[in-house]
């Protein structure tokens, strides 16, 4: 802006120097001539007055370098001139001057000279006598005039030229110097030209419209930050390019980023060939997926193609963690197949021994070993299908209602009725602890305490212990029941509960049981919002910890 004012001042200034030059030229060239025309007038009457008294004895005295007289007879013929003399036998009665003079008296007439760049004025008198007196003086035209002064004056142009270029530069600049200090964040409090006042106003009004729009687009990013931080699905937006545009916490998460990768390209930061494929398929057709295991788990991979006014503006990738669903789909099949084993095999036996019975292939003396048999694998089927009820309704979470129950108390009866079957074992199995009340389901409460003790004795050695303790802390309940037994593998520990899960299948038949005891503890434990510890080291025992919450204040209420 400070060149334009210059330029712009540079300018003016030197159309106006140059229109002044031109001006005052003109008009001094005008009043000069106008001055030597009335002086050429006063020169002819006294030139005539003189004539008219001498004749051309006068005219033979002028002595003049600048003006020229002429004295012409009426038939235009010279009678002297103060130049030529009497030499000249030009006839002048065709000149302006000359005939003007005739006729009116006097006469005037300017002729030109293009090369020499001069101009002749002549002034003509008619005399008393009828003779015509003219008197002329050459000068130089305005052209010539012109290019005389053209030296001084451009020396002079320039001089003013050059202060007009240092005043213009101090102008410039002080015109300019309260615009670059203008506060545009706070236009309103600048003081500066009252002519750029609408302008402040206008930039204070669509100031607090930016600040107004940054505020909601703020809002709007940290609502979107809040939500895709507590996605516990992952969430990666990236531009046509891959390059990342936004990531959540759960994906960084999921991808293993210790740092923000914003900005970077997804699949530098991630390199995997189907997910690669995955999102440029979504590229092309719109949407894609896959399915890939990470750091122990299963994730599923949606990537979707996001489109803005008919062109492709990016891509957005979701990543579920399916790894219940797979884990939950892998143990449904395992549990249909460990459902059909264990119903056949028992079936078996029924259906074997009732069809030796029916043939009559069996003694009357082994007919009671072989009832006895058919009644140990119905009673077995039973069990499993009552376990198997029990399991559904767990995970329906339906059929029981919660009561105060004594943990203590069932914990006695459990010890009581396993009673016999330690003492065959030679198993020493004490309860110890406090009396604790909490809220629950009575029936599942001896599921989970029958169970574990059950395993307890089971799986203990001749003549080892079984210890079951009820205590109270920090606002829970705590059951421990730990053996002396043969204990559980390191890489067992965390298969233990589910559902037909065994250590040692050979040996699953000799034990008993149904295969489906602690995946009820498990999820009996659940439905009371228990949690469970297990610690086990092989060859020394097992300590299994559930820990129950308190009734709270509102049981009563809500049930």
């Keep these: 802006m400070t060149k334009k004012i210059f330029n712009s001042v540079i300018t003016v200034a030197g159309i106006v120097l140059l229109a002044s030059a031109v001006i005052i030229m003109g008009c001094l060239y005008n009043y000069f001539e106008n001055v030597r025309e009335d002086g050429l007038k006063d020169e002819l009457a006294l030139s005539a007055a003189a004539v008219e008294d001498s004749g051309i004895s006068y005219l033979e005295k ?24 009497t030499k000249s036998k030009e006839n002048h009665s065709g000149r302006a001057e000359v005939q003007s003079a005739l006729e009116t008296g006097e006469g005037q007439s300017n002729r030109y000279s293009g090369t020499l760049l001069e101009k002749t004025i002549y002034y003509a008198k008619r005399m008393e006598d009828g003779t ?30 050059a202060m007009s270029g240092m005043l213009a530069r101090r102008l410039s600049r002080r015109i300019v110097k309260p615009l670059n200090n203008l506060d545009l964040e706070h236009p309103l409090e600048n003081d500066t030209y009252e002519e750029i006042s609408p302008l402040l106003n206008r930039i204070s009004r669509q100031n607090n419209k930016i600040k107004e729009q940054f505020k909601e687009l703020k809002q709007r990013e940290t609502e ?19 390059i990342i545009l936004s990531i959540n916490p759960a994906a960084n998460k999921i991808f293993g980023l210790t740092k923000d990768s914003t900005g970077q390209d997804f699949l530098i930061v991630y390199r995997n060939h189907e997910i690669a494929q995955c999102i440029k398929n979504a590229m092309e ?60 095999t028992p079936l078996q036996g029924i259906t074997g021994s009732a069809e030796l019975i029916e ?74 602890g406090e009396r604790v009340v909490i809220c629950g389901v009575r029936k599942l409460l001896y599921e989970i305490i029958y169970n574990l003790c059950d395993n307890a004795i089971k799986y203990n050695i001749d003549g080892g212990k079984v210890k079951v303790n009820i205590e109270k802390t920090k606002g829970n309940a705590v059951l421990t029941v730990s053996d002396t037994g043969i204990g559980i593998p390191q890489e067992h520990t965390s298969r233990v509960f589910e559902r037909f899960y ?52 509102n049981f009563h209420k809500n049930y």
């Design 62 to 85: 002028v002595r003049s370098g600048s003006c020229r007289i002429t004295w012409i007879a009426s038939d235009g013929t010279v009678l002297y001139d103060t130049v030529t003399g």
């Design 132 to 161: 015509v007196l003219r008197i002329s003086v050459s000068s130089a035209t305005a052209g010539r005039l012109a290019l005389g002064m053209l030296p001084p004056v451009m020396a002079a142009f320039v001089i003013a030229l």
């Design 224 to 242: 979107f930050t809040q939500v895709t931080a507590c996605m516990k699905e992952g969430l990666v937006l990236m531009d046509k390019h891959g």
């Design 285 to 344: 057709t719109g949407h894609s997926e896959t399915q890939q295991p990470g750091y122990g788990r299963e994730y599923q991979f949606d990537a979707s193609r996001i489109e803005s006014a008919g062109g492709v503006m990016g891509a957005v990738l979701l990543v579920f963690d399916i790894t219940e669903k797979v884990m939950a789909e892998r143990n449904r099949r395992e549990f249909t197949a460990n459902v059909s084993h264990e119903l056949k």
């Design 359 to 432: 043939n009559g292939m069996v003694k009357q003396e082994d007919l009671p070993r072989f009832t006895g048999h058919i009644r140990r694998e119905a009673a077995r089927l039973v069990a499993l299908v009552e376990d198997i009820i029990k399991l559904s309704q767990l995970d329906e979470k339906t059929g029981y209602v919660k009561e105060e129950t004594c943990l203590y108390e069932i914990a006695e009866e459990v010890v009581e009725n396993l009673g016999d079957i330690a003492r065959k074992r030679n198993i020493d199995i004490k309860i110890s």
């Design 502 to 553: 065994r250590v040692d299948k050979s040996h699953s038949k000799a034990s008993g049981g149904t295969g489906l005891g602690l995946s009820i503890v498990k999820h009996a434990a659940a439905y009371h919002d228990g949690t469970i510890d297990l610690q086990s080291v092989a060859g020394k025992g097992t300590k299994v910890q559930v820990i129950f919450p308190l009734c709270s204040q």
